[in-house]
């Protein structure tokens, strides 16, 4: 019901920056984009998928991992349907597949990010990101 897209995904090298971007092309019947609480992950070969960042349905709420936290910044623009991941100072250890994510559009407006990938329905198909040391 939810369609997610990622793209901004490169090969960048150490230190460089890049921002993926992931727009929802279609919401379930009767709600709103603004509805949903969105995050992003990631998944290294031959790792599980762990979480990076995440966005309360006001914007107000973004928890980070902490390898991300400080270098990466999490947005929304409702308006656009779209949220984004800037990502600065790249690691070599920041490469792997991209994901974002929306739950399922239930919460009151007040509730906060959610880094739980349990509390995702809904999962674009990755943008991948290389760092080269």
């Known amino acids: 019901q939810v369609q997610l897209v990622e793209s901004g995904g490169g090969l960048v090298q150490t230190g460089g920056s890049l921002r993926l971007s992931c727009t929802t092309s279609r919401v379930a019947p009767g709600l709103t984009y603004s509805r949903y609480r969105l995050g992003w992950f990631r998944q290294a070969p031959g790792k599980e998928r762990e979480f990076v960042a995440a966005?309360?349905?006001?914007?107000?709420?973004?928890p980070y991992s902490d390898s991300t936290k400080g270098r990466f910044t999490i947005s929304r623009d409702n308006a656009k349907k779209t949220i984004y991941l800037q990502m600065n100072n790249l690691q070599p250890s920041d490469s792997g597949d991209y994901y974002c994510?929306?739950?399922?559009?239930?919460?009151?407006?007040?509730?906060?990010?959610?880094?739980?990938?349990?509390?995702?329905?809904?999962w674009g198909q990755g943008t991948q990101v290389t760092v080269s040391s």
């Open positions: 966005i309360s349905r006001s914007g107000n709420s973004t």
């Open positions: 994510a929306a739950d399922r559009g239930t919460s009151i407006s007040s509730t906060p990010a959610t880094t739980s990938i349990q509390d995702y329905a809904y």
